[in-house]
């Protein structure tokens, strides 16, 4: 590998540097999902039973105890749970706009060197074989021939470097898309679900108070017509 870098050339150099940028991305991505992994069903079930119960403090706390996007746009949406429906589903909309930037960071830098990384190893491709040609034009045909296969040895080692370095990029770029499309998805779920459930608690409790006026009004009714029929 070394003697392959020593006779690639400089782009050779230019392509290490955009795998490590790759490498760096890569690890970052993969740490960054790691840690916002959460069951969203769990979590919601969990706010749900403070909710009902109306321990929104206990929520918030739950909330702001677990891990990842989720629980920071349900945290955003529990500190708002007065609102009425159509503001709860505004925050929660803009609580999880504001997550989408670090779900995708970093990922257009890997797309860039999915991109890059053949330009270079084929300007490289095209360094080695203007070598090579300017090496047939020589008149010593000894160092001639050893000039024209060092220039084809370094457009192939550039060529080869530049696919080397894309096809991963490229592959883990589609990879952390596709978990970052899933993971918006998750938020904008649990979002509905959580509005959901903090304003169908509010109406249960409306239609308990209610039921409950009902009960008192018709209990007074049924005593005044009591002391009426003594009368």
């Known amino acids: 590998m070394i003697e392959l870098i020593k006779e690639g050339g400089a782009f050779v150099w230019v392509l290490l540097a955009l795998a490590f940028v790759a490498t760096v991305v890569t690890l970052e991505r993969i740490l960054f999902f790691q840690r916002t992994r959460i069951h969203v069903g769990d979590l919601i079930l969990g706010l749900s039973n403070h909710v009902r119960k109306k321990a929104y403090g206990e929520a918030m706390h739950e909330a702001a105890r677990a891990p990842g996007p989720v629980a920071r746009v349900a945290h955003a949406t529990l500190m708002r749970h007065h609102l009425s429906r159509a503001d709860l589903r505004d925050i929660a909309r803009e609580a999880g706009q504001l997550e989408v930037p670090r779900i995708e960071k970093n990922l257009?830098?890997?797309?860039?060197?999915?991109?890059?990384?053949?330009?270079?190893?084929?300007?490289?491709?095209?360094?080695?074989?203007?070598?090579?040609?300017?090496?047939?034009?020589?008149?010593?045909?000894?160092?001639?021939?050893?000039?024209?296969?060092?220039?084809?040895?370094?457009?192939?080692?550039?060529?080869?470097?530049?696919?080397?370095?894309?096809?991963?990029?490229y592959l883990m770029y589609l990879y952390f898309l596709g978990r970052a499309k899933r993971l918006i998805h998750r938020i904008e779920r649990a979002a509905i679900e959580l509005v959901n459930v903090i304003c169908d608690a509010r109406e249960q409790k409306s239609e308990i108070v209610a039921f409950s006026e009902q009960a008192r009004q018709s209990e007074k009714v049924d005593k005044e017509a009591a002391k009426g029929s003594k009368k």
């Open 108 to 169: 257009r830098g890997l797309y860039t060197v999915a991109l890059v990384a053949p330009l270079v190893g084929m300007m490289g491709t095209v360094t080695g074989l203007i070598y090579t040609f300017q090496a047939m034009s020589d008149a010593s045909t000894v160092d001639s021939t050893q000039k024209m296969t060092q220039g084809v040895y370094e457009s192939l080692v550039t060529t080869a470097f530049g696919l080397m370095v894309a096809v991963p990029a």
